[in-house]
């Protein structure tokens, strides 16, 4: 179906997985960042407990999962009232903007030992144009 359908089969697992709107974003970021999270919701929420071994990546994924579930809920919610609708590309350019701007004051602050990239570096590293 689409984001933002009625029904009664309207459940986070669709709207934040299943849907191939929302799959289609998350999959964006998990694939750029070579990453194989689980499928279901409560896995996933599990699972970002420790998604990496590198703290700057374990920043950046979470800061991933939150935007897309956020800007998802917030297209979902968009879709309904208003009947706008914004395709997937423009969706992810509006997390790595809003995930990029949150990185760039936690990066300044960090003590980075030599050899280490900045969290700023880390997500450049993968998501760089």
Known sequence: ???GRAGNDENRQHLFFDCSFSNQI???FISRMQLTPPQGF????RWLKDPSRDKNVILIIRLIH?????????????????AEVKPAG??????QQTVKLRLDPLA?????????????ATWMSFFSV
């Open 42 to 45: 409560d896995e996933v929420l």
């Open 1 to 3: 179906m689409g984001l």
């Open 90 to 95: 423009t969706l992810i350019a509006e997390i």
């Open 66 to 82: 939150q935007a897309v579930v956020y800007l998802v809920w917030k297209e979902r919610n968009k879709r309904i009232h208003t």
């Open 108 to 120: 300044r602050r960090q003590l980075t030992p030599a050899g280490q990239d900045s969290v700023l």
């Open 26 to 28: 998350w999959m964006f």
